[in-house]
Each structure stands twice: as structure tokens, then as C-alpha cells.
């Protein structure tokens, strides 16, 4: 099964989560949808409850000085035609150029039909704990 149309789809979340991309990533998601990350577990069952929480984190990541993400690494792994995990390491850019962090990121995605992938679970984790196999 061919992956690029999850690799794209992940690209353009990764875009999406910048300073003032709250309401864009948050179109990235199927609701509900459950994000585990910083020890927090917290489900969302619309956009609008998702924007505002992505806001207040983008908000303090651009207190830090957070620019913009890249994926760094991409590994997927298909269970048929409407269902893949997708795991990887983002590179999280500092307005000056630096990096800020590097964090891992595994996401459940779907397929809705037509190719349109939504993001049902994401859990952020260390870089050196992606699936790679």
C-alpha cells in the first residue's frame, strides 16, 4: 500500500502547528480524538475544544520562541487501506534559527475516503522511542 498520501497528510499537519495554526491543525483530527502527551491524557469530541487547548500550547511554545516544526523522520505502517500508525521525530525550530527541541510523535490516522486522512490519536513521546518496525 502506498504510503505517500500519509506522509503528506503528516507534512502538512506538521505546517499547520505553528503560532496562530490552532484552527488549521485542528482540522487535521477525526472527533473524538484523544491526545496523550506531557503525561496528560485528554480526549476532544469537537474542533473548537481542541483549537482552543492547541492555541494555549502554541501560545507557550512561541513564548519560548517556537518558529515552526519539521519531520525529520517518517515511519508508517499501514493495517490495510483506511487504517496506519504513523511515527516519527519533528524538529521544533526557534525563531532564530536554532532548534528549540526535538520531540517524538506517534499518530493512529484514518482514512475517511477519497484519501482524506484524519488523526484519531496522538501521543507524543522521547526520539529514541518511534516505531520503527
Same mark, same amino acid.
Given at each position: @500500500?502506498?504510503?505517500?498520501?500519509?506522509?503528506? #497528510?503528516?507534512e502538512g499537519y506538521c505546517a499547520a502547528f505553528?503560532?496562530?495554526?490552532?484552527?488549521?491543525?485542528?482540522?487535521?483530527?477525526?472527533? /473524538?480524538?484523544?491526545?496523550?502527551?506531557?503525561?496528560?491524557?485528554?480526549? #476532544?469530541?469537537? /474542533?473548537?475544544?481542541?483549537?482552543? @487547548?492547541?492555541?494555549?500550547?502554541?501560545?507557550?511554545?512561541?513564548?519560548?520562541? !517556537?518558529?515552526?516544526?519539521?519531520?525529520?523522520? @517518517?515511519?508508517?505502517?499501514? #493495517?490495510?487501506?483506511?487504517?496506519?500508525?504513523?511515527?516519527?521525530? !519533528?524538529?521544533? %525550530?526557534?525563531?532564530n534559527g536554532s532548534v528549540l527541541e526535538k520531540?517524538?510523535?506517534?499518530?493512529?490516522?484514518?482514512?475517511?475516503?477519497?484519501?482524506? %486522512?484524519?488523526?484519531?490519536?496522538?501521543?507524543?513521546?522521547?526520539?529514541?522511542?518511534?516505531?520503527?518496525?
Amino acid at each position: @500500500m502506498p504510503t505517500t498520501g500519509i506522509s503528506d #497528510f503528516i507534512e502538512g499537519y506538521c505546517a499547520a502547528f505553528r503560532p496562530g495554526g490552532a484552527a488549521a491543525a485542528a482540522g487535521y483530527f477525526h472527533y /473524538p480524538v484523544t491526545l496523550l502527551a506531557g503525561g496528560a491524557k485528554q480526549s #476532544f469530541v469537537s /474542533p473548537h475544544e481542541l483549537e482552543a @487547548m492547541l492555541g494555549a500550547g502554541l501560545a507557550a511554545l512561541s513564548d519560548k520562541g !517556537f518558529s515552526h516544526s519539521t519531520v525529520d523522520e @517518517m515511519n508508517i505502517h499501514p #493495517f490495510g487501506a483506511a487504517v496506519a500508525l504513523a511515527s516519527g521525530v !519533528f524538529t521544533r %525550530w526557534h525563531k532564530n534559527g536554532s532548534v528549540l527541541e526535538k520531540v517524538g510523535a506517534t499518530y493512529t490516522v484514518i482514512n475517511e475516503g477519497a484519501g482524506d %486522512w484524519k488523526i484519531t490519536t496522538l501521543i507524543t513521546h522521547g526520539v529514541d522511542t518511534i516505531i520503527t518496525r
